[in-house]
């Protein structure tokens, strides 16, 4: 749980390693085994979950203070952030595309879904739900971004290994991806509890 007097240090901690958004909070699998295919494609992803999140957290944060709260309009919640996260999304994907063609390429399919991308929501949710001001609701957004990052990053180089290791005909493809990523979300489990968080 994130409390508006912890320290910023500790926000950005909790919401990197110890609550870790995929790892921990079992949230954007749907991305986390689909685009860790490759370590190049994995950085990429990563990247522009960051920007995107961030960016839309930061709106989503505004307008849920200065246009939903004082209209009494807070039903409106979850349109107004899928929409704020849609439109970075698009820019995103156009920039891209305009600048980075092969990565561009390589994403595929799971660029557009960082529309989707239930992480991306979901740190938009948690900082009003944790009632986090607005420079703290954007070190925990870094922090679940860069957790994110950190994760299918480290995952995506497992599976560049495994997928050289001699592994059973039976465990290989998605059984051993599963298999490791419980190993980490095992590992991440240790981290519970640091500095009462």
Known sequence: MISQNMNIFLIFLSAMIVNNILLIRFIALCS????????????????????VMIMATTVSWL???????????????????????????????????KTFPPLYRAMGIYLPLIVVNCAVLAAAFLVIDYNLDLVKSL?????????????????????ERTNMAPVPKSFQGYPIAFITASLMSLAFLGFKGLFGL
């Open 32 to 51: 986390f085994f689909g685009i860790s295919n490759s370590m190049q494609t994995s950085v990429g992803m990563g990247f522009a979950v960051i920007f």
């Open 63 to 97: 307008v849920y203070h200065y246009l939903l709260i004082p209209f009494n309009l807070v039903y409106l919640r979850t349109a107004s952030f899928i929409l704020t996260i849609a439109t970075f999304v698009q820019l995103e994907e156009m920039f891209i595309r």
């Open 139 to 159: 070190i925990y957004t870094l922090g679940v971004g860069g957790g994110y990052f950190f994760a299918i990053v480290m995952f995506a180089g497992i599976r």
